[in-house]
């Protein structure tokens, strides 16, 4: 099944002299299985996008489905939605709040009707997930730097097992090495499981790592969708709208441009490494 967008728009502050188009006739199709980036410039409708898919915000006009099931169906359970399709915000300390890390993980299967055994083994489970040590589970959580908060609200939309994990911004203000032990978890988690990931980002070179697909937001509307190849060919179009293409995408022009026989569609070091050492023959 998947997630399928069908003429989606959203106006904020519909009806009054500040109403803007925050979301413009969005059609888009999510299959399961899929990491998929979610990358635009600030305003781009990126963040307003990914709230739609469970619920948090409901579309001006338009329709949403999810499993086959429509989403503003009178009858359809929403809550239920928003534990199949888990949100973790780009600030972590909105969703962390009770007295240390394990209860707080605790607090989604707890509200789902879970008995204490089955709930305590899920967030124990997720904890683990995320490669949170065993010391810090009875720690505040506000006593945690800031990659060990972004895992712990991860844990705790995990331990409710939803099918469609949506991660906004997460690896926003962490150090690079933060940065990478986040994203390589997150990718590890999805090739394990199967699950359906979207990670909203402005970073290029995190998507073009990891992500089998990004969509490109700009104003509310979708600008490109497809490969992280096919997508960063478009990096001057890219550039006219206030993003641009990971590093290595100029290095290869640059190279190229200069008679180096390279295959500029490469978007990850490691993909750029392998084509210039072909390049020279070694």
């Known amino acids: 099944m998947s997630i399928i967008l069908d003429h989606v728009n959203y106006r904020y502050g519909e009806g009054t002299p500040l109403e803007t188009a925050a979301l413009k006739d969005v059609c888009l199709q999510i299959p399961d299985g899929q990491f998929v980036g979610i990358i635009g410039h600030t305003g781009s409708g990126k963040s307003t996008l990914v709230q739609h898919l469970n619920g948090l915000l409901k579309a001006s006009s338009g329709r949403i489905y999810f499993n086959g099931e429509d989403i503003y ?8 939605l928003r534990s199949r399709v888990g949100l973790v915000f780009q600030y972590p300390e909105h969703q962390l709040f009770e ?3 394990f209860t707080d993980v605790c607090f989604g299967p707890k509200n789902l009707g879970l008995d204490r055994r089955e709930t ?8 683990r997930k995320v490669g949170l040590p065993d010391e810090l589970f009875y720690q505040s959580p506000f006593d945690l730097s800031g990659g060990q ?7 705790g939309v995990l331990a409710m ?3 469609v994990l949506i991660l906004d911004e997460p690896t926003a203000g962490l150090d690079p090495r933060g940065r990478d032990e ?3 978890q997150i990718r590890e988690l999805q090739t394990k499981t199967g699950m359906t990931i979207l990670l909203v980002s402005h970073s290029m ?3 073009a790592e990891y992500v089998d697909r990004i969509i490109v937001m700009n104003r509310g509307s979708v600008m490109y969708d497809g490969t992280p190849r096919e997508i960063f060919t478009h990096y001057r179009e890219l550039e006219s ?3 641009a293409a990971p590093q290595v995408t100029y290095i290869l022009h640059e190279l190229k441009d200069r008679g180096l026989d390279v295959d500029v569609s490469a978007t990850t070091i490691g993909e750029a490494a392998d084509t210039v050492m072909r390049a020279l023959g070694r």
């Open 73 to 80: 169906d009178k009858e359809y359970d929403r809550k239920k």
């Open 99 to 101: 007295t240390d890390v």
């Open 120 to 127: 305590e083994l899920r967030a124990y489970d997720a904890l």
């Open 149 to 155: 908060k972004r895992r712990a609200a991860i844990a």
């Open 161 to 163: 097992k939803p099918e």
């Open 182 to 184: 986040i994203l390589g």
């Open 205 to 207: 070179e995190d998507v």
């Open 241 to 243: 709208v206030g993003l």
